[in-house]
């Protein structure tokens, strides 16, 4: 990554809200890299970060893929792991869609 640009690779790397800058709700806030564009970058970069690990150190990345294979198996084969799992995956959803109405609401009173 080159630095010498003052930080505007970082944001095309990442991404910005466009929402926010349209919204014009200031520069601070429109050039923050956001969550879902962090998570996008990092998915792209996953395929070619395995193949580089795969060649520098097979059988860490063949201890890791058992690893998790073996701990999902268990959490997923017991009544126990699944209730946990789906207890979890609930309270996720839930809170998601609270965090939702309130912007959808709050974007409603100031009329945007």
Known sequence: MNTNEGGTSFLREHGTDERRESRGEGK???TQPTLL???????????ALIDAELRENPYRLLGIAVGVGFGAGAVLGSRVGRMLLLTVGEYAVSEALRTQAKRFASELETGL
């Open 28 to 30: 601070k806030a429109a």
């Open 37 to 47: 564009g962090r998570l996008a970058r990092k998915a792209k970069e996953l395929p």
